[in-house]
């Protein structure tokens, strides 16, 4: 069974010499921007393997110096997948933990440290790493557990202590956070800070959520600073994933300063940053490779280069010129197709072509130029909806398009979505249960206990606490219903609405549990009962509590094991983004437009979700909107962002990617 199937998408339009180049001397040409060494992998698995094996090297080395090698370790999610090819390392005797002593570089609230594994760091380590290995336990060193805010400055100053005891750290392992930070050095941190007490900020704090499992992260933490990292010999960081792109290149290529701790890694002498390639997708190499060495030129590549070319500009497609490619670096484009105009309206037609409002294929029509198929007509379309609000939010003009146009179509909500429910949506839904029982004189005793049994839960719970079973299953009824109401006012019949509660969110009480093929079989069934034409996925990988991800990753999963039956055959796979992110223009394969009227009737169908309007618990820790709001401001700007191409005016667009199983 495969896992992780995401990482494909960026697989197929990425140049493998980009990231592997034969020889140094193009190595240097092609990492010019980047002022910190970073090896690009494909995947996080090969990037997890080659930090094991520079740990492992690192060890040897400095037990072979000195006898012994002092390590400081971080427990990022992205971190542990190292420690796990570690510990295979040392199983296959190709390292050994005897000679090493090791230092926590951060700790999640005081007080906790013992007493509340799930967000102890330590605790994470020990079980990741510490335990499976022949450390001596007398050589691992965390923060003091009696460690209080009054007491905290001269703990962190007696840890720094034991470092120098030691000599120093020899190397520092940690991730690159998704907000360019190192341990839990906040944005703000100096270069010269040292171990300390921090506050962690709405952005860390979703982070930590999601790492740890956990509903509510800390509000403080205990972590090494930044001159404590920065001394160490050699420091190994670490970046999967697409959310953490746009920190990585502030930290390899952006001005080192304060706001992105990690960037002061650009003063370090031996740094390496191992990353895949989607953490490593808005490195020049990777993302503008034209500015840095000559090019393979793609349809993709030779589109993304023209929508940046427009960009620098300030130009439409069609009103580039020769010396526009010549003074932006794009002569070779010239070159390769004779002239400005010739790769204009190439680029041009291509963009243009993207844009459709037959989004499963117009019957009776010459689809030669189409990014779907006339036939068959009409089709079973199938939505997979992470929650039961993605579909309607992320791609709900295109979904009432299908159904006007007589497609069949069905939405899978792959999980209720109930931790997405505030508790006081729950206690007003039973308030309104209990009013129209006592209207109606209608009110068993067994309904009376259960309701008074949620009330009571959700009222008397602590903050961080997990629902109950009762509880989850009332919230995701809240979140489920209103789906079905939106879904219905976008044409989707009731009876074409699969509810499913896959178990990777039901068997954690925070909905954050492992993928496995208990979740694809689900999917499964339901591809081979409806046997779709389309499938549509939800992509919003960034999304920083990873339902998206393991929504994602069921699908994905489900399509793959089915994927050579015959109907399959026959069957487009779309992917759409809209709640946490948006595709970038250059790798749009079909585009949906709507009109004012159709805007604001989606518009409309997400009010139905009146449990996520306000107080949702997913905001955009950017600018504190809903992830709702950020998807109708994302749909809006794509549109102008075809006007400005030179394109046809709309007052919002859809965007999807095809995915080839």
């Known amino acids: 069974m495969k896992a992780n199937l995401t990482s494909k998408i960026q697989l197929d339009q990425v140049s493998k010499r980009y990231y592997k180049p034969e020889s140094e001397l193009e190595l240097a040409s092609l990492t010019r921007f980047e002022k910190v060494y970073t090896k690009v992998v494909e995947t996080h698995a090969e990037g997890a393997l080659d930090a094991a094996l520079d740990i492992a090297e690192t060890i040897d080395r400095c037990v072979k110096e ?21 510990v295979k390392l040392y199983f296959a005797d ?45 050589n691992i060193h965390t923060f003091s557990n009696e460690a209080t805010k009054e007491n905290v400055h001269k703990l962190c100053r007696a840890y720094e202590t034991e470092i120098d ?23 703000g941190s100096t270069s010269n800070s040292s171990c300390r007490l921090m506050l962690l900020g709405n952005k ?20 090494l600073g930044i001159s404590n990292i920065m001394s160490a010999s050699h420091i190994i960081g670490v970046a999967w994933g697409e959310s953490s792109a746009a920190p990585l290149l502030d930290v390899v290529e952006g001005r080192m300063g304060e706001q992105v701790p990690a960037s002061f890694l650009q003063m370090h002498h031996n740094v390496k940053i191992v990353a895949d390639l989607e953490a490593a997708s808005q490195l020049t190499r990777i993302s503008l490779p034209w500015k840095v060495t000559s090019c393979e030129w793609t349809d993709y590549l030779t589109r993304r280069a023209i929508v940046w070319l427009c960009k620098q500009t300030g130009k439409p497609i069609l009103k580039l010129t020769n010396k526009d490619y010549n003074d932006n670096g794009l002569s070779e484009l010239v070159a390769l197709f004779g002239s400005a105009y010739a790769v204009n309206i190439r680029v041009f037609n291509d963009v243009q072509h993207t844009i459709t409002g037959w989004p499963g294929g117009k019957p009776n029509a010459d689809d030669s130029s189409r990014p779907e198929r006339a036939t068959p007509y009409p089709k079973r379309v199938l939505v997979f909806s992470p929650h039961p609000d993605d579909a309607v939010v992320s791609m709900g003009g295109t979904l009432r398009r299908l159904v006007q146009q007589g497609h069949d179509v069905h939405v899978v909500f792959q999980t209720s979505g109930d931790v997405a429910v505030e508790d006081e949506n729950a206690l007003r839904g039973l308030m309104v249960n209990e009013k129209m029982a006592h209207h109606c004189g209608y009110y068993m005793d067994e309904i009376s206990r259960l309701m008074n049994s949620i009330m009571q839960s959700i009222i008397n719970k602590t903050p961080g606490e997990p629902d109950n079973e009762d509880v989850r299953f009332f919230k995701g009824q809240i979140f489920t219903c209103e789906g079905i109401m939106a879904c219905n006012h976008m044409g989707v019949a009731t009876d074409h609405i699969h509810e499913v509660s896959l178990p990777f969110y039901t068997s954690d009480p925070n909905g954050r549990g492992k993928v496995t093929a208990a979740d694809s079989v689900i999917l499964r069934d339901i591809i081979e009962k409806v046997r779709p034409h389309q ?35 026959q069957c487009r796979t779309w992917l759409y983004r809209g709640q946490w992110g948006q595709w970038d223009i250059d790798r749009v394969e079909m585009a949906v437009p709507m009109s004012p009227e159709e805007f604001e009737y989606k518009s409309n169908a997400i009010l139905k979700y009146q449990s996520q309007l306000h107080d ?13 709001q950020q998807s109708l401001n994302r749909n809006r700007n794509l549109a102008q962002h075809y006007q400005e191409l030179g394109l046809a005016s709309y007052e919002a667009i859809e965007a999807f990617v095809q995915y080839h199983p």
């Open 204 to 223: 860390a704090r979703a982070h930590l959520s999601e790492a740890f499992q956990c509903d509510t992260a800390p509000l403080t933490a205990v972590t």
């Open 165 to 187: 005891e030691y000599g120093g750290l020899d190397l520092v392992v940690c991730e690159i956070t998704k907000n360019g930070s190192m341990a839990l050095n906040e944005p």
């Open 616 to 628: 949702a618990p997913f905001h955009d820790h950017t600018d504190g909107s809903l992830a709702w």
């Open 94 to 138: 190709k390292v050994s933990f005897a000679s090493v002593v090791a230092f926590n570089l951060s700790e999640l609230e005081l007080g906790v440290v013992t007493s509340d594994e799930q967000r102890s760091t330590f605790n994470r380590l020990k079980q990741r790493l510490f335990n499976k290995v022949d450390i001596d336990p007398n």
């Open 535 to 569: 499938i549509f996925v939800a992509d919003d990988l960034t999304d920083p509590f990873g339902t998206h991800m393991r929504a994602t990753n069921a699908a994905l999963m489900a399509i793959d094991e089915i994927k050579n039956e015959d109907f399959m055959q």
């Open 66 to 86: 000195k006898g012994r090698c002092v390590i400081g370790l971080g427990a990022g999610k992205c971190v542990l997948e190292v420690y796990d090819q570690l």
